[in-house]
């Protein structure tokens, strides 16, 4: 079965520093997505990417945070200056249609120290 | 009850007894909803969808039921089993891009 793959699983970066987060939907998917999990909570949207732009964006998502789809395959997270508070589980999901499942990769947990 | 932050609401069941893990959402206008199973270290994984247009769902040994009057959500798994211990997510979507997650419920199965 086709599935969501995240890279890299850990990344542990100082703060301030840029870091990428990387994903590969499912080939065929139209509809992509950041969540954040901060550790023990519930999944948190960040942003929604659909006909190469963001379709929708929640208050988390400032300006420190950025997308992109440089290919046909890779949908990237950007954080440009990291604060202790990114610290958290990242997951990327993609979806073909409207209305139907998002399916989930299994994460980036990110460490800011 | 539902709670956030840390403590999540946890359910045990014995193994072999069937298990429902109830969740309020809180957009009477949602007219879609997924029930998501997540293991410790994974991303959400689907386990069964139902849309506002329905009460009830069935998918293999899970059920889900929609109650729209209350706004309230159940997943209802049959013959619960060790491999079914996880968070349990509903998430709940509302003719937009993003779904709104529930705060979880952690199912403990009992030998």
Redesign the interface.
């Known amino acids: 079965e086709p599935e969501v793959t995240q890279t890299p699983s850990h990344q542990v970066t100082q703060m301030g520093q840029e870091v990428i987060l990387r994903c590969v939907p499912i080939s065929n998917h139209l509809y992509f997505y950041w969540y954040r999990q901060i550790l023990g909570q519930k999944v948190e949207f960040l942003v929604s990417f659909y006909n190469n732009e963001i379709s929708e964006k929640s208050e988390i998502f400032d300006d420190q945070f950025s997308v992109e789809r440089p290919d046909g395959s890779n949908f990237t997270l950007k954080i440009r200056s990291t604060k202790l508070e990114d610290s958290a589980m990242y997951f990327c999901a993609s979806r073909g249609q409207q209305n139907q499942p998002q399916h989930f990769g299994d994460g980036t947990r990110l460490s800011i120290l | 009850g539902e709670s956030?932050?840390?403590h999540?609401p946890t359910l045990s069941v014995q193994e072999g007894d069937n298990s429902i893990i109830n969740c309020a959402y809180s957009n009477s206008a949602s007219?879609?909803f997924?029930w998501?199973k997540q293991e410790s270290?994974?991303?959400?994984?689907?386990i069964i969808?139902i849309?506002s247009n329905m009460d009830k769902r069935q998918g293999q040994r899970v059920t889900v039921l929609l109650n729209k009057t209350v706004k309230h959500l159940s997943l209802q798994i049959a013959a619960t089993q060790p491999g079914d211990s996880a968070v349990y997510?509903c998430?709940e979507?509302n003719y937009?891009?993003?779904?709104?997650?529930?705060?979880?419920t952690r199912l403990s199965v009992l030998p």
């Open positions: 956030v932050g840390l999540l007219d879609y997924i998501y270290g994974k991303g959400p994984q689907f969808d849309r997510f998430a979507n937009g891009q993003n779904f709104v997650f529930g705060p979880g």
